[in-house]
């Protein structure tokens, strides 16, 4: 059942990751675009292109019709839907098996149980991983979110139960704001995810984000240990890194078992991140969510381990067992990944899709550039402003920073803004260097003008 024709249903650098995958183990790759990414660089490497409708993401990568007829239409006999768009949508997995034909990702019954986020915390919970307090499901009206705050205590977190990307998320300090703030969530969760369901979780201060990756074949799981996000922008991710520096041993192999044991328990299928929230100080972990999917800073644990995880769910999903136990799983010295993104950090991050006029890449011994650029290449304005991740491997975190200053230095991409100023001066920072930072840090740093300051002086 292996799979032989593999069609990619995504865009920008992650099919690219994928097209390189199925060159490596020797599959057909079978590229999606729309008519906005015709010349992408995943088109060109690809054994083979198709396009799949307009520009707009709702008539080509969010059109289950068009992809399952461009799919029979190339003879694939598989689909990889990478992250973001239809990665984690119970409807396309049900419709790309009635098709016939492989989708590399877990069942929709999985999905539809980890990706709903409130689902998964009844799931972790039942598998004895520690979940953030809150509401047992989703609540119904803002009188029953204001009586659940109240017994778990201020700050809570109102959370949008299909949420992803950052979004439905608001934060209440008093009773006031939450009945000011749910209906905002739900708006804004209904407009991105068409469900405007909500949950409540106590907001935990100046929390780490830890995750951990982990691989499953339907019976057997491991994990790939884990990565920190603290990092963050609108609780989108700017900065990654493996492993995470807070974590001693002890509490590195609680929360690594406790991701395999929720894996195991639903016998997952694929490559898959369960997120938590660390309490540094008082060394605890809760579990939030899990992405069903490969996710965006996969790169940084392949550094760590070696695993290629993008192949490693492609075979699993034909048929294959893991290639890999536990004990062959190891990790060695220190990886970190930054997002570039066509935005312009001195100008409240405004995206800035341009024409790429030259293009200088970073290389070098543990230094990855996984992007879809190529000279000339115009960024189309459609979609999320990411152009590629910068990912360096060495054997102290220190010594990867440091890399990572030198490959920024050396990329230097012409005829658009990006954030790779932001970066530098990340890089550059006391704390950061420290590893002295958490996910509420970032925000108040670019507000004390931190950036504009150093840029200005440049
Ligand atoms: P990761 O979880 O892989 O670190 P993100 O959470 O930033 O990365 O999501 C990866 C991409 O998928 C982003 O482009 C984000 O906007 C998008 N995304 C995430 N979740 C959803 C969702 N539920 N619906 C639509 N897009 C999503
Ligand atoms: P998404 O699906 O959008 O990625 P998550 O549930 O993973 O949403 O949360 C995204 C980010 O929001 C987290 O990484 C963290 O920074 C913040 N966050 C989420 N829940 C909480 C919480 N209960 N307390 C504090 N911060 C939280
Ligand atoms: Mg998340």
Not at 30 to 47: G, N, P, R
Not at 99 to 109: C, M, Q, R
Not at 186 to 193: C, H, I
Not at 276 to 282: I, P, S, V
Request: proline share 4%; glycine share 8%; net charge negative.
């Amino acid at each position: 059942m292996a799979i032989q024709r593999l069609f990619i249903a995504n865009r920008g650098e992650i099919a690219v990751r994928i097209v390189r995958a199925a060159q490596a183990l020797g599959i057909h790759s079978i590229q999606a675009h729309s008519e906005a990414d015709s010349d992408m660089l995943a088109v060109k490497l690809a054994d083979e292109a198709v396009s799949i409708g307009p520009a707009p993401a709702k008539e080509s990568y969010l059109n289950i019709d068009a992809i399952l007829q461009a799919a029979k239409a190339t003879g694939a006999d598989a689909i990889h839907p990478g992250y973001g768009f239809l990665s984690e949508s119970p409807a396309f997995v049900r419709a790309v098996e009635a098709s016939g034909l492989i989708f590399v990702g877990p069942s929709a019954d999985t999905i539809e149980r980890m990706g709903d986020k409130v689902a998964a915390r009844q799931a972790a919970e039942a598998a004895g991983v520690p979940v953030v307090p809150g509401s047992d499901g989703r609540v119904e009206s803002v009188a029953e979110a204001v009586s659940i705050a109240e017994q778990i205590g201020f700050p809570v977190m109102i959370k949008a139960a299909a949420g992803g990307g950052g979004r439905g998320i608001r934060v209440a300090k008093t009773v006031e704001e939450l009945k000011s703030l749910a209906p905002q969530a739900k708006a804004e969760a209904e407009a991105a995810f068409g469900d405007g369901g909500l949950y409540v979780e106590r907001a935990i201060l100046s929390p780490r984000h830890i995750e951990v990756q982990i691989l499953g074949d339907g019976e057997a799981a491991v994990h790939c240990f884990e990565r920190e996000c603290s990092l963050q922008r609108r609780r989108q991710k700017v900065w990654e890194e493996a492993g995470a520096a807070c974590l001693d041993e002890k509490t590195r192999e609680a929360l690594c078992a406790s991701a395999v044991a929720l894996a195991k328990a639903v016998n997952y299928r694929g490559a898959g991140t369960l997120e938590y929230l660390f309490d540094e100080a008082a060394n605890e972990f809760f579990f939030i969510e899990m992405n069903t999917r490969i996710q965006v800073e996969h790169p940084v644990t392949e550094m760590l381990t070696g695993v290629d995880l993008v192949a490693e769910m492609i075979n699993v999903c034909g048929g294959a067992k893991l290639s890999m136990t536990q004990d062959e799983i190891t990790r060695t010295g220190h990886s970190i990944e930054v997002r570039l993104c066509a935005e312009d950090p001195y100008m409240d991050f405004m995206p800035w899709p341009g024409q790429v006029t030259s293009l200088k890449m970073p290389s070098g011994e543990g230094v990855r550039f996984d992007h879809f650029l190529s000279e000339g290449y115009q960024i189309p304005p459609f979609y999320d402003s990411l152009l590629g991740k910068v990912i360096v491997h060495a054997e102290t975190r220190d010594a990867a920073i440091d890399k990572l200053v030198n490959a920024l230095t050396e990329l230097e991409i012409a005829g658009t803004k990006t954030t790779a100023p932001l970066h530098l001066a990340l890089a550059a920072d006391p704390n950061v260097r420290a590893g002295d930072f958490h996910t509420q840090w970032l925000e108040p740093w670019l507000e004390a003008g931190n950036l504009t300051a150093k840029g200005d002086a440049a």
